[in-house]
């Protein structure tokens, strides 16, 4: 490199510049193709983690579609069950108990409604991964029949906005001639047997059939004449003066039927336990009742209750402004 060395110093000066200047420009080049790459990788596996969850969704979309499908009969009518809810800690193991039975009938369709301005996202998320076809509706009771903090639950009337508000959102969405189906009003702290589900489909106005543990009683039933196999009268113990002595269970009404009249709905104006005849009384007499459950010899449905939880430590968490359940859903 002798010719650098001949060279005057201002130009050697130049020469060292230059050569210091394409270092650093291949150096940047290099670390800039690596610095790509590196980003390309990050980019590539990214769009493999999308790729393998959207994989992962369409296949539980998939799925859900198919237990649907080998669910859903277009020839059999649909039971369509309502279910008022309100928001308490026990709600959400309540909801997930019940969807699972009912996740295992045919031609199902699942009203909830919630006592509630909005839908909470609790039952809204709890309904979208239920794998049920379902209606999400809220009802807010009036302040006025609302239950005071310590009064006994039989105080004042519950489920009276949320069962009519089902009620006329059937009525603005069914067709009283063409679709067939049956509306049962199912709470959701109750256990149900699925063959009770079997024995309601086809009624053609009421049926009816005894409920277990209500009314003071192991079983609250319709009597049944043994020779014309019609219904005579309740074994029920409370207010058996009632025109229908019947628990909420322990009936359904046709779904046709139920849109010819546009009358029959729940109401706040009513004794204490005369919800059922208020709804009842107008839609049929005595006689038209239908016995299912073998002629009422069977229970398929049970009035159980769960027990109010005990929590007073986490009373003490909250007095403090925290919460055990932080960031999770109970």
């Given amino acids: 490199m002798t010719w650098c060395n001949d060279m005057p110093i201002s130009r050697r000066f130049v020469c060292f510049v230059i050569v210091c200047v394409l270092f650093v420009w291949l150096f940047c080049a290099r670390n800039r193709d690596i610095s790509q ?10 769009t493999n983690i999308q790729f393998l969850e959207t994989k992962s969704e369409l296949e539980s979309l998939i799925d859900n579609l198919r237990e649907k499908c080998s669910v859903w009969d277009p ?11 309100y928001a308490r800690p026990v709600q959400k193991a309540e909801l997930t108990r019940l ?35 379902y209606t999400h509706l809220v009802a807010p009771t009036p302040p006025s029949w ?23 959102w059937l009525r603005e ?10 509306v049962y009003f199912a709470d959701d702290d109750n256990t149900y047997s699925l063959k009770l589900f079997q024995e309601m489909r086809f009624i053609n106005k009421v049926g009816v059939w005894p409920v277990g543990l209500v009314g003071g ?19 029920s113990r409370w207010r058996p003066e009632r025109d ?30 005369f919800q059922e005849s208020a709804l009842l009384s107008k839609l049929v007499s005595i006689q038209d009742l239908e016995p299912k459950a073998d002629n009422c010899t069977k229970v ?23 919460r055990s359940d932080e960031n999770i859903e109970v």
Avoid: C
């Avoid at 969405?173 to 049956?182: A, H, I, W």
């Avoid at 002595?245 to 709905?265: C, K, S, T, Y």
């Avoid at 769960?306 to 009373?315: G, I, M």
């Fill in 99 to 133: 969807s699972h039975t009912l996740r295992l009938v045919q031609n199902f369709h699942w009203i909830v409604v919630e006592d509630a301005n909005e839908p909470s996202i609790l039952v809204a998320n709890l309904l979208r991964t239920s794998g049920l076809n």
């Fill in 37 to 46: 790459y590196e980003s390309m990788k990050q980019v590539l596996e990214q």
């Fill in 300 to 322: 398929y449905v049970w009035h159980t209750r769960t027990e109010e939880p005990y929590l007073p430590d986490e009373k003490i968490l909250r007095s403090s402004g925290l």
């Fill in 217 to 235: 009683l192991m079983v609250e039933k319709p009597l049944i004449d043994r020779t014309t196999g019609r219904v005579t009268g309740w074994n």
């Fill in 75 to 85: 020839d059999l009518p649909v039971v369509y069950g309502v279910t008022p809810t």
């Fill in 146 to 168: 609302k239950r005071k903090l310590m009064e006994p639950k039989w105080k004042k009337p519950r489920g009276v906005s949320q069962r009519n508000a089902a009620i006329k």
């Fill in 173 to 182: 969405n069914k067709n009283k001639d063409t679709d067939r189906g049956v």
């Fill in 244 to 273: 229908f002595p019947i628990d909420m269970a322990g009936f359904a009404v046709n779904l046709q039927h139920l849109l010819r009249h546009p009358e029959a709905e729940f109401s706040f104006n009513v004794e204490r336990g």
